[in-house]
């Protein structure tokens, strides 16, 4: 049994203010070829389809693509709910579904039974577990007792598993935070508190854990409980994780060998660092249409400075300023200006912004500026401050 494990899609994902879906489709299709150059028997999706409960239309109609295409390339497909997801509205025709060869457990239920997928070397045990909410599964299994996430997954891995047919080897797939991994700032917590994170031992009977929820890939305790990962990266301290897929062969007899396997971005997502000069004299030699966060090293901040930077780069995410020191400028000021005019302490604070002394021009429209806000203050005041009778005058 050869399958592919994926996760954390995110179909609908809004970053930098711009929505991900042509870049989401040119990476599964990529992904949609590799099942068909490794002969893939089935593609497991660990949770995580959508960014969002309610996601928009392009993404619904991506999703169904996929799926299209995938079975298409001769693989069966798996999947199950994130905790981004609707577990409802992503169970939609289910039974109908698995006739097609497409299985989706997004709900979770007492019956935990596997779907069986047959290959060449075998027929292999999948338990597709969706999200667990701790106060869902207390729902589902009548308990009264309060859980805890790992709790709540002890208990339901445990059923999954006793649910297995003897003589096959088994796949878990889960989403959740397991103990010692590694999160991200586009991972939302599961919990406030840091409770949410659960043992990897609970998945350890199984020949192999397809994991979602983490967005980079790694392992979770064991060589064969894995996070594959996103296949994109949706925030800035992702740009150093490989994204891609794990490829994974288990053989009659349950023995697990898994290769990573990379997926080129449509857009490459980094973090560009250095002056403003000299990243406008060409000092970056990558594409200029990679999604950036650039961090400019100026101790200035420079006018203008998105507007200059567009000039070289055509996707700008953000711009950071670290070695501003903008509180120093403002208290050096402050100690310097005490007792001078409002005119005289903004005309300073011009100068250490731009390296320029203000021109008499700008005086006088600072004043003028400064004048008008002055009466309407005062008018506002007066207002506030008229007796009742005055007032409705």
């Known amino acids: 049994m050869r399958f592919i494990h994926t996760a954390d899609w995110h179909l609908g994902k809004l970053f930098g203010q711009r929505y991900m879906t042509e870049d989401q489709a040119f990476v599964l299709d990529a992904l949609v ?4 150059t490794y002969a893939a028997d089935a593609v497991v999706i660990a949770g995580d389809v959508y960014d969002r409960s309610v996601p928009p239309a392009e993404a619904v109609a991506l999703f169904g693509s996929v799926l299209g295409k995938i079975r298409a390339a001769g693989a069966e497909v798996l999947f199950i709910s994130g905790n981004h997801d609707s577990g409802r509205r992503l169970d ?27 290959s060449a070397e075998g027929p292999v045990a999948f338990s597709l577990i969706p999200y667990l909410d701790p106060i869902e599964v207390r729902d589902v299994f009548g308990i009264r007792e309060t859980l805890s996430f790992d709790e709540a997954a002890a208990l339901v891995v445990e059923k999954a598993r006793a649910a297995l047919p003897g003589g096959m080897p ?51 305790g064991a060589e064969t409980i894995r996070y594959a990962g996103s296949p994109l990266c949706y ?27 990379a997926l080129a971005p ?47 780069y055509d996707n700008i995410f953000g711009i950071e300023f670290p070695n501003f020191k903008a509180q120093a400028i403002r208290s050096e000021a402050h100690t310097a200006n005490e007792g001078a005019s409002d005119m005289e302490k903004f005309a300073d604070f011009y100068r250490e912004a731009t390296g320029e002394a203000m021109t008499e021009e700008q005086r006088a429209f600072f004043i003028e500026c400064v004048d008008a806000m002055d009466r309407e203050a005062r008018a506002e005041k007066d207002a506030r401050e008229a007796p009742e009778g005055r007032a409705s005058e």
């Open 33 to 36: 070829e590799a099942v068909r």
């Open 92 to 118: 939609f025709g289910a039974e109908v579904l698995a006739m097609a060869g497409v299985h989706v457990r997004a709900r979770l239920t007492d019956d935990l039974s596997p779907v069986i997928i047959g």
């Open 266 to 312: 449509r857009h490459a997502v980094r973090v560009v660092e250095g002056m403003l000069d000299d990243l406008r004299a060409g000092s970056d030699p990558l594409p200029r249409d990679d999604y950036v966060l650039v961090r400019l090293l100026d101790t200035v901040r420079p006018l203008s400075a998105r507007e200059k930077l567009a000039e070289h």
């Open 235 to 261: 925030s800035f301290d992702e740009v150093r994780q490989e994204k891609g897929f794990e490829l994974v062969s288990i053989d009659a007899a349950g023995a697990v060998s898994h290769a990573f396997h």
């Open 170 to 220: 088994s796949v878990a797939v889960a989403h959740a935070f397991l103990a010692g991994g590694v999160r991200t700032e586009s991972v939302r917590a599961l919990s406030v508190g840091g409770s949410d994170q659960i043992s990897p031992a609970h998945f350890k009977d199984f020949s192999y854990a397809a994991l979602g929820h983490l967005h980079g890939p790694q392992r979770a």
